[in-house]
């Protein structure tokens, strides 16, 4: 059974939100400890649908991973690594729909001297995997793909047969994170020196926290070096809050009349943060005050209840508190070098930039076509619905004239999450009622989204 939501208009928002921790660091955090030699606990684990696939697929590759509940929605997670090579095999392995699982995962498969069967759910079958397959196979993993008639592209499920690979040096032609991560993930097999070249920088979390797992890495703006070397456990690691989960309510409390809201201990990576750099560029009221994640308020209250001991995090990511105050906002141009730091906001972007006043441009957004659903599509049709002027011209930009009004209406989800929620923001800031529907998706990254947004509907 698909579930709707119904969305009224909010008068303001106020108050202090916690988001959940952050999705491409969770799984990063299970995959590297997974690996690593020693015992990793992990902090303030997120339990979305994405990052439990992760944890449960790293099982069944034989880790010992075990979870105690925090809250409702996170965990403190413990994995006890047994080294590079100490994964079990396996025939198969079904991956849901977690893009960043299957790509991430791909690389550490192929640096193993086995043969496996990697699935995808629905949505994750019609994504491209091209990106990842043709690097791992000049590393020297052999990898067998799903063609489909009168298409270029390669797509799950993915047979991947690793082992002996050799470091390359790889200029991507695709600005892709997770690509940049298989590659190195794959690189920590690999005799030799693995080098990358990004076309423009993207989130670099895999980087940060391979240095924290004693990597032998190196990193010059856009360049990466990695040689093989055996990882040890960083000990403990924290993570932060999902910026793209704080970009809703960011978003909520720019649009909202008198809205005034505080996100709480939000990882401000500068690779991830360009949704803050885009809204106050538009004249948004935003300010951060930065913390060190040694002083996090949630790793130490954790730290007094179990007694860990704590380690040195010069490389963690950095964190702080998010202030954001309803402001008037104006068009703006967001340029393609500027998309890898918010490409998962460009959504609710569409959202701001349909209430601002002017004209937004967004250039160079093609990768928003192949994500859980074809973003830019999902959300012109959603927002032309809600009476936005929005059009798409030529096959990467998207052209909107803000306007102050958006009218209720009805839109679906088109089974993304980021498109449920930025359309259950756009119901908030419009006129009349919004319905939208088949929002089940949203558990994919925020299961607690609808519980704080009806915090703010009475
Ligand atoms: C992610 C990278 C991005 C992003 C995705 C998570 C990651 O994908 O859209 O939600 O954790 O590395 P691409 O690498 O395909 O741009």
């Given at each position: 059974?698909?579930?709707s939501?119904?969305v009224?208009?909010a008068k303001s928002?106020k108050?202090s939100?916690?988001?959940?921790a952050?999705k491409?660091?969770?799984h990063?955090?299970?995959m590297?400890?997974a ?7 992990i902090?303030?684990?997120p339990?979305n649908?994405d990052?439990?696939i992760t944890?449960?697929v790293?099982q069944?590759?034989g880790?010992k991973?075990s979870?105690?509940?925090s809250?409702p929605?996170?965990?403190r997670?413990?994995v006890?690594?047994?080294g590079?090579y100490s994964?079990?095999?396996k025939?198969s392995?079904f991956?849901?729909?977690s ?5 991430l995962l791909s ?5 193993l001297p086995?043969s496996?069967?990697?699935k ?5 079958s019609?994504?491209p995997?091209?990106?990842i397959a043709?690097?791992l196979r000049?590393?020297?993993a052999?990898i067998?793909?799903r063609?489909v008639?009168?298409k270029?592209?390669?797509y799950?499920?993915l047979?991947?047969k690793g082992g002996?690979?050799k470091?390359?040096?790889?200029k991507m032609p695709?600005?892709s994170?997770q690509?940049?991560s298989?590659?190195l993930?794959?690189?920590?097999f690999a005799?030799?020196?693995t080098t990358i070249?990004?076309p ?13 797992f004693?990597a032998?890495i ?7 070096i990695?040689?093989?070397?055996s ?7 924290y993570?932060p809050g ?5 970009s809703?309510f960011?978003?909520?409390?720019t649009i909202?009349p008198?809205s ?6 939000v ?7 360009g949704?803050?750099?885009v ?5 948004a009221d935003?300010?951060?005050k930065t ?5 996090k308020t949630?790793a130490?209250s954790?730290k007094r209840?179990?007694?860990?001991k ?7 990511e950095?964190i702080g ?12 141009v967001?340029?393609k ?5 918010l490409i998962?906001?460009?959504?609710i ?8 006043d002017g004209?937004?441009e ?6 928003l076509?192949?994500?859980e659903?074809d ?13 936005a ?9 998207i ?8 009218k209720?209406?009805r839109?679906r989800?088109f089974?993304?999450h980021?498109?449920a929620m930025s359309?259950v923001?756009?119901?908030l800031?419009a ?5 939208v529907?088949d929002i089940?998706c ?7 989204f ?5 915090r703010?509907l009475?």
């Amino acid at each position: 059974m698909r579930h709707s939501f119904v969305v009224k208009p909010a008068k303001s928002i106020k108050g202090s939100v916690v988001v959940p921790a952050d999705k491409s660091i969770a799984h990063r955090s299970i995959m590297i400890s997974a690996i690593s030699k020693g015992k990793t606990e992990i902090l303030n684990f997120p339990l979305n649908k994405d990052c439990l696939i992760t944890l449960r697929v790293f099982q069944e590759l034989g880790v010992k991973i075990s979870m105690i509940k925090s809250t409702p929605y996170t965990a403190r997670v413990l994995v006890e690594g047994k080294g590079l090579y100490s994964l079990k095999s396996k025939q198969s392995l079904f991956i849901g729909d977690s893009g960043t699982t299957f790509r991430l995962l791909s690389g550490i498969l192929a640096g193993l001297p086995a043969s496996v069967i990697l699935k995808g759910g629905i949505s994750l079958s019609r994504r491209p995997m091209s990106r990842i397959a043709q690097p791992l196979r000049k590393m020297g993993a052999v990898i067998k793909s799903r063609q489909v008639r009168g298409k270029m592209e390669e797509y799950p499920p993915l047979m991947i047969k690793g082992g002996n690979l050799k470091g390359i040096s790889y200029k991507m032609p695709v600005a892709s994170a997770q690509v940049k991560s298989c590659i190195l993930l794959a690189g920590l097999f690999a005799q030799g020196r693995t080098t990358i070249i990004e076309p423009i920088k993207t989130r670099d979390h895999t980087e940060k926290m391979l240095k924290q797992f004693k990597a032998k890495i190196k990193v010059k703006r856009e360049k990466i070096i990695l040689q093989k070397k055996s990882l040890c456990s960083a000990g403990r690691i924290y993570i932060p809050g999902d910026i793209s989960c704080a970009s809703f309510f960011i978003v909520a409390a720019t649009i909202i009349p008198d809205s005034r809201i505080c996100l709480k201990s939000v990882g401000i990576n500068p690779t991830r943060t360009g949704i803050i750099k885009v809204l106050r560029r538009m004249g948004a009221d935003i300010k951060l005050k930065t913390k060190s994640e040694k002083r996090k308020t949630g790793a130490k209250s954790e730290k007094r209840k179990t007694g860990a001991k704590s380690e040195k995090r010069k490389d963690g990511e950095p964190i702080g508190d998010i202030f954001v105050r309803t402001s008037k906002l104006r068009g703006t141009v967001i340029k393609k070098d500027e998309i890898p730091s918010l490409i998962d906001e460009l959504p609710i972007l569409m959202v701001a930039a349909a209430k601002a006043d002017g004209k937004t441009e967004i250039i160079g957004a093609g990768e928003l076509k192949i994500k859980e659903t074809d973003r830019i599509n999902s959300m012109v049709t959603n927002l032309l619905k809600m009476g936005a002027d929005i059009k798409i011209a030529g096959l990467r930009k998207i052209i909107i004239r803000g306007s102050t009004g958006l009218k209720g209406a009805r839109v679906r989800s088109f089974a993304d999450h980021r498109t449920a929620m930025s359309m259950v923001i756009a119901g908030l800031a419009a006129e009349g009622r919004t319905v939208v529907d088949d929002i089940d998706c949203i558990a994919k990254s925020f299961p607690n989204f609808l519980k704080l947004v009806k915090r703010f509907l009475c």
